[in-house]
């Protein structure tokens, strides 16, 4: 069975910074590219970080350029995000996702992906 299982979440006050990390279980996912996504309350899901199978590519949506790393350890199976100078409009669900496409670029959109997370809480307070 595949599993992604997301961590690191929590609560932080504006300016600090957390790193969530997600390990895939049931599969290696070392040849396929993954990504973070994320949803707030009311909102739809949207795209955050997307890296490629090899690290070598990395993608982030505009809002959070200069503040996240997405970065991967194919070795461990596992992709991280590490986000600094947190604001409270960063406050979602934080979900980890993985593609099934052999040594893929990063994706951006959520069909784009075959597995994901149950999500990790991160809330900003301002």
């Known amino acids: 069975q595949v599993q992604l299982v997301e961590s690191g979440g929590g609560l932080v006050q504006a300016g600090g910074s957390l790193r969530l990390s997600c390990a895939a279980s049931?599969?290696?996912?070392?040849?396929?590219?993954m990504g973070w996504f994320r949803q707030a309350p009311g909102k739809e899901r949207e795209f955050v970080a997307g890296?490629?199978?090899?690290?070598?590519?990395?993608y982030y949506t505009d809002s959070v350029k200069g503040r996240f790393t997405i970065s991967r350890e194919n070795a461990k199976n596992a992709v991280y995000l590490q986000m600094n100078s947190l604001k409270p409009e960063d406050t979602a669900v934080y979900f980890c996702?993985?593609?099934?496409?052999?040594?893929?670029?990063?994706?951006?959109?959520?069909?784009?992906?075959?597995?994901w997370g149950q999500g990790t809480q991160v809330t900003v307070s301002s």
């Open positions: 996702a993985a593609d099934n496409t052999d040594w893929g670029d990063y994706r951006i959109r959520p069909y784009e992906y075959d597995y």
């Open positions: 049931g599969r290696t996912f070392s040849r396929h590219a």
């Open positions: 890296i490629s199978w090899s690290g070598g590519s990395t």
